[in-house]
T-cell receptor
Framework: EDQVTQSPEALRLQEGESSSLNCSYTVSGLRGLFWYRQDPGKGPEFLFTLYSAGEEKEKERLKATLTKKESFLHITAPKPEDSATYLCAVQTNTGNQFYFGTGTSLTVIP | GAVVSQHPSWVICKSGTSVKIECRSLDFQATTMFWYRQFPKQSLMLMATSNEGSKATYEQGVEKDKFLINHASLTLSTLTVTSAHPEDSSFYIC??????????FGPGTRLTVT
């Protein structure tokens, strides 16, 4: 069964305290893995797409990596404005089917 | 680029009335759009996949006669909640599929049924 699991469910960090969010997936065939940021009361904002194991992408303090079983979103020296829920989604290569994780709620304390 | 808009951003309606929500891809064409529902502090729940020029594909448990979806052009999909009831109150989000299979989301519509 195709599924996506994110951990931890919630994470509180001090400003400047680096950490990683995990997205584990089990799918029959991976077309792409996507990371999104969602602020309360808003739609998700696209961050990264990863297509194959070993791929990495960076944007400001965020870096996403991908293996055959999981993806990590590394946050380096986070700031309070990085506080949000981070969602990961996997698309299978058998169609336009997407599977979303339940998200990690990140709070960065000044 | 890759901007998706939704209108209205919030709406309050009375029980029994219908509400239409528009989803537009502003700077790209989208043959496929998705409609999601999101409850507080929960992840996205896919309601249906909308393909331009054809009938929408609904997820199991979603009433197609209650949630009418029309995707009449490559930049516009609409969701109509018919005979709305308080339990339909939720945050509705649409997304449009980009050229590299990434989804670009709209800002969402907060529906409150009184």
């Amino acid at each position: 069964e195709d599924q996506v699991t994110q951990s931890p469910e919630a994470l509180r960090l001090q400003e400047g305290e680096s950490s990683s969010l995990n997205c584990s997936y089990t799918v029959s065939g991976l077309r792409g893995l996507f990371w999104y940021r969602q602020d309360p009361g808003k739609g998700p904002e696209f961050l990264f797409t990863l297509y194959s194991a070993g791929e990495e992408k960076e944007k400001e303090r965020l870096k996403a990596t991908l293996t055959k079983k999981e993806s990590f979103l590394h946050i380096t020296a986070p700031k309070p404005e990085d506080s949000a829920t981070y969602l990961c989604a996997v698309q299978t290569n058998t169609g336009n089917q997407f599977y979303f994780g339940t998200g990690t709620s990140l709070t960065v304390i000044p | 680029g890759a901007v998706v808009s939704q209108h209205p951003s919030w709406v309050i309606c009375k029980s029994g009335t219908s509400v239409k929500i528009e989803c537009r891809s502003l700077d790209f064409q989208a043959t496929t759009m998705f409609w999601y529902r999101q409850f507080p502090k929960q992840s996205l729940m896919l309601m249906a996949t909308s393909n331009e020029g054809s009938k929408a594909t609904y997820e199991q448990g979603v009433e197609k006669d209650k949630f009418l979806i029309n995707h009449a052009s490559l930049t516009l999909s609409t969701l109509t909640v018919t005979s709305a009831h308080p339990e339909d109150s939720s945050f509705y989000i649409c997304s449009a599929l980009g050229g590299a299979y990434e989804q670009y989301f709209g800002p969402g519509t907060r529906l409150t049924v009184t």
